[in-house]
């Protein structure tokens, strides 16, 4: 069981970029998943997530309107679509599995964004 973040890197405020996470050894489309971020000195924030179907999504207040999530289950990846880029979403972004009982049981390694101009 494994997830692969991938497409971070170092953009101007206002810019954008697209997150990929790639899910292998087990049935993707069974599952949750979820996008956390953790910016430097701080603690892991929850971002979004969307349901194994793809139909719902949830996300933190502060990043509606700019991240968007979205899967494709034939591919067996998770994206993170990135608007409107500010320096407080700079962070470490991972992908994890949503638990059926509640919370997340599969982390990827994270992929940096950094946003600065």
């Known amino acids: 069981v494994q997830l692969q973040a991938s497409g971070g890197g170092l953009v101007l405020p206002g810019g954008s970029l697209t997150l990929s996470c790639a899910a292998s050894?087990?049935?993707?489309?069974?599952?949750?998943m979820n996008w956390i971020r953790q910016a430097p000195g701080k603690r892991l924030e929850w971002v979004s997530n969307?349901?194994?179907?793809?139909?719902?999504?949830y996300s933190k207040d502060t990043v509606k309107g700019r991240l968007t999530i979205s899967r494709d289950n034939a591919k067996n990846t998770l994206y993170l679509q990135m608007n409107g880029l500010k320096p407080e979403d700079t962070a470490v972004y991972y992908c994890?599995?949503?638990?059926?009982?509640?919370?997340?049981?599969?982390w990827g390694k994270g992929t940096q964004v950094t946003v600065s101009s």
């Open positions: 994890a599995r949503g638990a059926p009982a509640g919370g997340m049981d599969v």
């Open positions: 050894g087990f049935t993707f489309s069974d599952y949750w």
């Open positions: 969307i349901s194994n179907g793809g139909r719902t999504t």
